[in-house]
């Protein structure tokens, strides 16, 4: 079965600093990531994905995630962190049987000033 | 160009009644795919429509129930609502199925089960 894990509940990290926001997955067979970001009251948001190709990934509002086969794992990364990136984030991997998303549990990123 | 747009935004039941929740694709997806997120979880797969058929099922029981229109927008239908039916619920676009694109979220529908 396919499944993605996110090992921290929450990150915090003081604006203008680097961020990571860890995955990793399980698969059988070739991946393919996404990272979706939800703010408050509201639906997700896609971030950006990995199907095949360069192992770094650019995506929106700056975003970019690492893919690395050995360490099957996704990170999300962001060179200096917003007040405005605070939110949860979730990394998801395609079922290629049934098309659906398989989700992380999420993790909350808490920028602070 | 609308993005996936669900109604209503807000909902309160009571245990036993039935409710239905709708979605509208973002203009030129062809499949609609709904999501149940419990707090603090991450979205769990429900069921997927294509060509108006149900394509894929997640493991939810029948009470869970949809439909897809011509005009590609969709309907979600619980019966005899529980109260851990309390939840947020999704709603993904995306073209094609099984075709690797990206499924694009609406807003979602919060329900209320009292």
């Known amino acids: 079965a396919q499944s993605v894990a996110q090992p921290e509940d929450q990150v915090n990290v003081a604006e203008g600093n680097p961020l990571t926001v860890k995955c990793t997955y399980s698969?059988?067979?070739?991946?393919?990531l996404f990272w979706y970001v939800q703010y408050p009251n509201r639906g997700l948001q896609f971030l950006l994905k990995?199907?095949?190709?360069?192992?770094l990934v650019k995506g929106s509002y700056g975003f970019e995630a690492e893919f690395n086969k050995s360490q099957t794992s996704f990170h999300l990364k962001k060179p200096s962190a917003l007040v405005s990136d605070s939110a949860l984030y979730f990394c998801?991997?395609?079922?290629?049987?049934?098309?659906?998303?398989?989700f992380g549990t999420g993790t909350r990123l808490q920028v602070f000033p | 160009d609308a993005g996936v747009t669900q109604s209503p935004t807000h909902l309160i039941k009571t245990r036993g009644q039935q409710v239905t929740l709708r979605c509208s694709p973002k203009?030129?997806?062809?499949?609609v795919s709904w999501y149940q997120q419990a707090l603090g979880q991450g979205p769990q797969f429900i069921f997927q429509?294509?060509?108006?058929?149900?394509?894929q099922r997640g493991n939810f029981p029948d009470r869970f129930s949809g439909h897809q229109f011509p005009n590609y927008s969709s309907e979600l239908n619980v019966n005899a609502l529980l109260l851990g039916d309390s939840a947020l619920y999704l709603c993904?676009?995306?073209?094609?199925?099984?075709?690797?694109?990206?499924?694009?979220f609406g807003p979602g529908t919060r329900l209320l089960v009292l």
């Open positions: 993904a676009s995306s073209l094609g199925p099984s075709s690797g694109e990206t499924q694009y």
């Open positions: 698969v059988s067979g070739n991946p393919y």
């Open positions: 990995y199907i095949t190709g360069d192992n």
């Open positions: 429509y294509y060509e108006e058929e149900e394509r």
């Open positions: 203009s030129g997806h062809d499949t």
């Open positions: 998801a991997v395609r079922d290629w049987d049934t098309d659906k998303l398989i």
